[in-house]
């Protein structure tokens, strides 16, 4: 199945903290793209968060949101520079 592709920071957050690998993360402009598995079960906890009815442990999320940040505000320094791939 393809990547699944996003640019919603708080979705990603959700994603990760529920237990899925963010594969990558690009720049686009401004803009982030967090990549991630394509699997059915992702797809569908994409839709339960979009439907305001997805469960997850509200610290755990808290901490993806910090590491995120953390992540986009320090490791991209240089215009056109990658993020590179999550663990480097």
Do not use: C, W
């Not at 469960?55 to 520079?81: C, M, S, W």
């Amino acid at each position: 199945m393809q990547n699944l592709e996003l640019n919603d920071f708080y979705l990603a957050a959700y994603l990760i903290a529920s237990g899925y690998e963010m594969l990558d993360i690009s720049r686009i402009g401004n803009q982030s793209i967090f990549i991630f598995g394509g699997s059915e079960g992702i797809r569908r906890n994409v839709g339960n968060y979009y439907a305001n009815t997805a469960d997850v442990n509200a610290p755990r999320f808290a901490q993806e949101i910090k590491k995120l940040k953390n992540i986009i505000h320090t490791t991209y320094t240089e215009p056109g520079a990658d993020y590179g791939k999550k663990g480097n």
